[in-house]
């Protein structure tokens, strides 16, 4: 099993920018991709993007363009960076882990879009 601890969410102007973080732990050897998804009030929850253990990414058409995924295997941590954020990008971001036999989740972070 992977734990997952993610960081960097909170409140931004619209066209802002935010990096998430999530720094995995445990069975990390087991880990062959790791992404990000999202789940505005109301909506079911989207995937927004992925890379995988060889570098190779996807992104939700949503935020092709504005986005960028990127992992440090030094560290075990996969960031999300978010640029020109728009108001449609508030969500909870949850971080994920796809292992051998199971995806693991993180706790959510909070991200909101406001002026």
């Known amino acids: 099993q992977v734990q997952l601890v993610e960081s960097g969410g909170g409140l931004v102007q619209p066209g802002g920018s935010l990096r998430l973080s999530c720094a995995a732990s445990g069975s990390i ?3 062959n991709a790791m ?5 505005a009030p109301g909506k079911e929850r ?10 190779t990414t996807n992104y939700a058409d949503s935020v092709k363009g504005r986005s960028t ?6 560290k075990n ?5 978010m640029n020109s954020l728009k ?22 972070t909070q991200v909101t879009v406001s002026s």
């Open 69 to 74: 995924i990127s992992r440090d295997n030094a």
């Open 77 to 81: 941590t996969v960031h999300l960076q």
């Open 29 to 31: 050897f087991t880990i």
């Open 35 to 39: 992404g990000w998804y999202r789940q």
């Open 87 to 108: 108001f449609e990008d508030t969500a909870v971001y949850y971080c994920y882990a796809d292992g051998t036999l199971s995806r693991d989740w993180g706790q959510g």
């Open 46 to 55: 989207e995937l927004v993007a992925r890379i995988t253990s060889r570098g």
